[in-house]
């Protein structure tokens, strides 16, 4: 039987490489792997892009935080975004954004609303401050409303068609 004996040079570099494979800063610690991909082009202002699946999921991980998301908005009271359109087609209130405030609201819902749009519900790329929804129903009725039944809201700073 022949017996193999690690290198220093490999056992050093494998040391390195393990040593370098720590968190990158405080705001990551809390996002997994596949949790956030940090985008933007400015150095103020970098977006954690994710999926709704993740969203739905882990709410908690991105409350307070930039994040980028592509869902299906939909202009009504408030301007509406859903993860999908089967979502949208099957009024899943609770798996919906509201897009009430930011830079980007007045011109997403010009085009939403916009007679030359053909589909229910146009796909969008947002990116904005994600706020879960914290509030809780006291009642089958009583202080049940379709904002305390919503995820959450999302801060508008901009969007992509």
């Known amino acids: ?21 720590g968190v990158a800063d405080h705001d990551d610690a ?15 202002c970098i977006y954690c892009a994710t999926t709704y ?3 739905l999921a882990h709410p908690e991980r991105y409350d307070g935080r930039r994040i980028q998301i592509q869902g299906r908005a939909v ?9 999908s ?4 087609e099957g009024n899943e209130i609770q798996a919906s954004l509201s897009l009430r405030s930011g830079n980007g609201v007045p011109e997403l819902r010009a085009y ?18 994600f706020h879960l ?5 006291v ?13 959450g809201s999302l801060e508008l700073d901009g969007f992509k068609l």
């Open 133 to 137: 929804n914290r509030t809780v129903p």
């Open 85 to 88: 359109l089967d979502s949208f």
């Open 139 to 151: 009642g089958k009725k009583q202080g049940v409303t379709v904002e305390t039944i919503r995820l």
């Open 30 to 44: 809390a996002l997994r792997d596949g949790d956030c991909w940090h985008v933007g082009n400015r150095a103020d």
């Open 112 to 129: 939403l609303l916009s007679p030359t749009r053909v589909d229910s519900a146009s796909r969008v790329v947002v990116m904005g401050v």
């Open 53 to 55: 699946t993740q969203l």
């Open 1 to 21: 039987m022949k017996r193999y004996r690690a290198s220093p040079l490999l056992l050093t570099a494998a040391l390195v490489l393990v040593a370098g494979c």
């Open 75 to 83: 202009a009504k009271d408030v301007i509406e975004l859903y993860p």
